[in-house]
Each structure stands twice: as C-alpha cells, then as structure tokens.
C-alpha cells in the first residue's frame, strides 16, 4: 500500500505537523495507517505518547538507515498508508525512504527564499527516480498560509512554480492553532477540547481537503504507471 514521505532540507518547514495531519485524517476515514518517525529528535513519536491516539494509527520511531527499507516494506505490507516523515539535514535515510516512496511531498513557507530551497528539493527527487530507474512523484505543499489572503509573495512563488512545471498542491496548509495543539495535548483535531484551540472545526476542513488531494494524487500517478 503507498508510502508517502515527507521531506525538505529546510527545517521547520512543516513536516511534522503535516505528517501527523495526513496519518490522522486517513486514520479517521477508517484506513490503518502507520506513521514512521525517521527524526532522530522523534516529534512524532513524542506526540504519539499523549492521549488519544487513534486505535488505528501506529507510530514506529526505532528505526535507522540499515532498517529503515525493511520497515516501511513490511509496513506497506500491512496497513493501507505509510508515512514517514525524515529529518531536516541531510541524512542517509532520505534516498533510501525516497527509494520506496509513492509520492514525496515537499513542505515549504509561502517565502521566496524557502521556495528556492523546495524547488532545489524537487530536483533531488528527479536525482533519485534516475539513479533508481523508479518513478518517484514529488510535489510541493504550502504551509502555515495565511487562510484570509493569498498574498503577493506567493501569488508569485505560485506563478514561477507552473511556469517551470514544478507540481504544486492546491490544497494549502494554513497557519492554524489547531495545528500547533495536537502536538501539545495530543490526539487528533477530532478529538482537542473546544477551548484548546479556535476554530477546530475550520483546520478539520483543510487537513480533510489535504488528505482528500493526497489520495487523488496517489490515485492519478497509479493510473499513470498503470497505463
Ligand atoms: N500549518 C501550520 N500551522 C501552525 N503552525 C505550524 C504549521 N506547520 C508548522 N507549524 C509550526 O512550525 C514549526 C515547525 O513545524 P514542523 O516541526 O512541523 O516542521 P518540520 O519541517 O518537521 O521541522 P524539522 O525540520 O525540525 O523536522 C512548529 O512549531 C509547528 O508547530
Ligand atoms: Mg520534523
């Protein structure tokens, strides 16, 4: 079943949190999901230790670069989604996670700066699908947007990004407390209490489109290898 690895040499680009949101929406459509914590600061792994971890999504953080391949294989032959999310330096895990991946998505600030570095990520990624004759679909995921405007700057990085082909999600990740919560009182969005956090209801709708386009990019690259 796909494993979807999130990476990006920048750190704090979003990683983590966006790993944890798409392993909790897939876990609350009912798939068994494992989320594997390739961080050796195991933030995941800390978030999965708080309440409320959803029965049906487990977190493995003991792994290193001579087990990590058999991991996620013996995971993806178990659950319906594996995710993994690696360190932000550069770290031997990445090409060999990369190796295995069904789609990378690439987190990055709507920052020109931090773009750059995205995009330069993506060129890894092309790298990679070479030196392992595989096919290794990438693409980029905004975060911590602003959900009232879309400002100039990444109207701009938007632009420069289709003009060089370079894929995109549409679903944007907004700057949400929601987000930040989760990892502070664990669990899932379903789950923090109303006063952890404003408008919950608001952050499900974007992590579900998240998920949602997560799924339909999976779908379409299969269709692709299929034909
Ligand atoms: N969409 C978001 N809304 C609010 N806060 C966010 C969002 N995405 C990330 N953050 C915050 O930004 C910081 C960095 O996020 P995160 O740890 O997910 O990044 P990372 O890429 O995994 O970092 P690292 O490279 O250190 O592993 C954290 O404090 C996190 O709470
Ligand atoms: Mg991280």
Do not use: H
């Amino acid at each position: 079943m796909p494993t979807i690895v999130f990476a990006s040499p920048k750190g704090g680009a979003g990683k983590s949190t966006s790993a944890v949101l798409l392993g909790t929406e897939l876990a609350a459509s009912g798939a068994a999901v494992t989320i594997i914590d390739a961080d050796p600061n195991r933030p995941v792994a800390r978030w999965a230790r708080l309440p409320g971890l959803p029965a049906n999504l487990r977190v493995l953080d003991d792994v290193t670069e001579k087990t990590i391949i058999r991991v996620i294989d013996d995971e993806a032959s178990r659950v319906a989604f594996v995710i993994v999310d690696l360190e932000g330096t550069a770290s031997r895990m990445i090409p060999y996670a990369m190796s295995r991946a069904d789609l990378v998505i690439i987190p990055t600030r709507a920052s020109t700066l931090d773009a750059v570095e995205a995009v330069a990520a993506v060129r890894e990624v092309k790298q990679q699908e070479e030196a392992f004759r595989l096919k290794i679909p990438a693409t980029i995921l905004f975060t911590c947007t602003s959900a009232a405007i879309r400002t100039r700057t990444l109207q701009s990085i938007e632009k420069d990004l289709i003009l060089n082909q370079v894929p995109v999600m549409s679903v944007r990740l907004n700057e949400r407390d929601a987000f930040r919560a989760i990892f502070s009182f664990g669990g899932t969005l379903r789950t923090l209490d109303k006063t952890s956090a404003p408008n919950i209801p608001a952050a499900i709708v974007n992590a579900e489109a998240f998920a949602r386009e997560v799924v339909t990019i999976l779908r379409t690259a299969r269709a692709g290898v299929a034909a």
